[in-house]
């Protein structure tokens, strides 16, 4: 089904009553006078990423358990309330919706993936939010018309080429007093290094650089943050990340060494995790 259809189905679902809750799905309650439709709708978007949403009774199981992440970050959700908010590669907008329970002020999500926004679009139309999503990358926050008081900027940074403008970016984005609430999958070492995978890191083509957290912690610095804490550090496991039928190609499983879930199937170590908070 092409986006236009796809845009048009979804848009036909304006007027279609519902509320919702957050646990740890966004769990939405409508009249069931559309459910085949929005079934036929979320099964063209595939794949789901982040998650998970049930919609009525149908449950769509993404490949990340999202709402683990969300935990992590969840103590300190405090410092989102009255605030300006945005999530930079905020995917289909899973942490948006489960950041409305902490009272923002707004939010505004970035991602120049359309399929992402679809998934953002069709959940949305459904329960209502005043979440904005920008078809735009983090290059173009700093000529963005608002600034930031709170940026998370999850799972990103290992994607790019340039990590320190990046993170400069971020900074330009942020207004006075603003914070930075960071993820990016680490090494572990003592050293201010980073691996630089030849081809692909866990099956994943488009990753530059992985840090260890003194060469991240380094990157802020250079970067012009001068508050760098480290909240949590976490390795990806198959709850939180695993095939499901809703993404229809390979998952954590597939990434691994069959002979030793400590290593890639490159021969690096597995993936993990650091969260930190950044300050000015």
């Not at 490949?63 to 999530?87: C, N, Y």
């Not at 390795?235 to 597939?254: M, P, V």
């Amino acid at each position: 089904m092409d986006i236009k259809t796809l845009e048009a189905k979804i848009s036909s679902l304006e007027k279609l009553t519902s509320n919702f809750k957050l646990t740890q799905n966004v769990e939405i309650a409508t009249d069931k006078s559309q459910n085949a439709l929005i079934k036929e709708i979320a099964l063209n978007l595939k794949p789901w990423r982040k998650g998970p949403f049930k919609i009525d009774e149908l449950f769509i199981d993404t490949e990340w358990q999202s709402f683990i992440k969300f935990d992590i970050l969840k103590p300190f959700m405090s410092e989102i309330k009255d605030k300006i908010v945005a999530d930079v590669g905020c995917n289909n907008g899973y942490y948006m919706f489960k950041m409305l329970e902490f009272s923002p002020k707004q939010i505004v999500g970035f991602d120049p993936s359309v399929k992402y926004h679809l998934q953002f679009k069709l959940i949305n139309t459904l329960i209502k939010t005043n979440i904005k999503y920008e078809l735009l990358g983090v290059e173009d926050l700093p000529n963005y018309a608002l600034k930031f008081d709170v940026i998370f900027c999850l799972g990103v940074i290992y994607h790019r080429s340039d990590p320190v403008k990046m993170l400069k970016d971020l900074k330009k984005s942020l207004n006075p007093n603003g914070i930075v609430f960071l993820d990016t999958m680490y090494i572990e070492s003592e050293e201010e290094i980073a691996l630089v995978p030849q081809n692909t890191y866990s099956k994943i083509p488009n990753i530059y650089f992985v840090p260890s957290i003194k060469a991240l912690r380094n990157w802020c610095l250079r970067a012009g943050f001068k508050e760098f804490e480290v909240l949590a550090t976490k390795k990806t496991d198959k709850k939180e990340q695993r095939k499901t039928a809703w993404i229809d190609s390979y998952s954590l499983e597939n990434f691994l060494d069959p002979k030793d879930e400590n290593l890639t199937c490159e021969g690096y170590k597995a993936p993990k995790r650091v969260y930190v908070r950044l300050g000015l």
